[in-house]
């Protein structure tokens, strides 16, 4: 995002109130929901959703990153690739007055534990084929 922007952003000064903090429940909400924004996702009871929105000063950009967890016998990275896209909208949202050029990029499953498919950590050569 651009400078003033992202200053405004990180400093708290937006007009309508704390981004960071809107952007994490927005996150939580969307995991919750994912199964009513994901055609074919099944609910599934969540044992714990977390958001964090880390800036990056140099590259002016928020880093979202979503962990979930679960006891049941299935993976959760829709509701975690939902809480990540949750929070960007949310964040979009509340900056885009000062920056309609705001670019979302990048949602990506890191690692996953459990399920059918099993675990799966993302290669730092993952995407660049």
Same mark, same amino acid.
């Given at each position: =995002?651009?400078?003033? $922007?992202?200053?405004?952003?990180?400093?708290?000064?937006?007009?309508?109130?704390? !981004?960071?903090?809107?952007? +994490? *429940?927005?996150?939580?909400?969307?995991?919750?929901?994912?199964?009513?924004?994901?055609? &074919? $996702?099944?609910?599934? !009871?969540?044992?714990?959703?977390?958001?964090? #929105? %880390?800036? %990056?000063?140099?590259? +002016? @950009?928020?880093?979202?990153?979503? /962990?979930?967890? /679960?006891?049941?016998?299935?993976?959760? @990275? =829709?509701? !975690?690739?939902?809480?990540?896209?949750? !929070? #960007? &909208?949310?964040?979009?949202? =509340?900056?885009?007055?000062? %920056?309609?050029?705001?670019?979302?990029?990048?949602?990506? *499953?890191?690692?996953?534990?459990?399920?059918?498919?099993?675990?799966? +950590?993302?290669?730092?050569?993952?995407?660049?084929?």
């Amino acid at each position: =995002m651009g400078k003033i $922007a992202f200053d405004a952003l990180a400093s708290g000064n937006l007009s309508k109130g704390d !981004a960071l903090a809107v952007a +994490r *429940l927005a996150g939580i909400l969307a995991a919750k929901r994912a199964s009513e924004i994901v055609p &074919l $996702a099944h609910p599934i !009871a969540l044992d714990s959703v977390g958001v964090e #929105c %880390d800036l %990056d000063r140099r590259a +002016r @950009e928020v880093v979202v990153t979503a /962990t979930v967890t /679960t006891v049941a016998r299935t993976g959760v @990275e =829709m509701e !975690a690739l939902t809480a990540v896209a949750g !929070a #960007c &909208l949310a964040l979009y949202d =509340m900056t885009k007055a000062l %920056d309609r050029s705001i670019e979302i990029r990048e949602i990506v *499953l890191l690692e996953k534990t459990g399920g059918r498919s099993g675990p799966y +950590r993302r290669s730092s050569a993952a995407g660049s084929e």
